[in-house]
């Protein structure tokens, strides 16, 4: 049983170098870069990584008044008067990440201070 076990992963061990195929996490990587804070909102710069299976974006801003919703098919953008939460500096962002069947492939939530 151990020798099975160790010969499956040995084949797929050697499919994967010989396809050379490269597997990503979606949305590993996302940053986000606060700007223009003027004591009650700001602008947010989210930027993340390149994921060949997604096709577009969802990016919004729950404690925003109102509710912010953009989408995109880059990997960043920018999203103006950014609002934290009532009586606090923190704003709580997300970005979800669809492939070509407009199915969710991966969601970050972003907890962004914004008087930095």
Known sequence: MKSLALLALLVL?????????????????????????NGDSATVEITWNHDSSAKNYKIGCVSCTPN??????DDSITINNVTPFPNGSYALLYVISYDSQNNIITAKQLVVNIRQ
Do not use: Q, W
């Open 68 to 73: 912010v919703v953009k989408f995109t098919t």
């Open 13 to 37: 061990v050697i499919g994967v170098i010989s396809t050379n195929e490269a597997f990503a996490e979606p949305l590993d990587t996302v940053r986000t870069s606060v700007s223009n804070y």
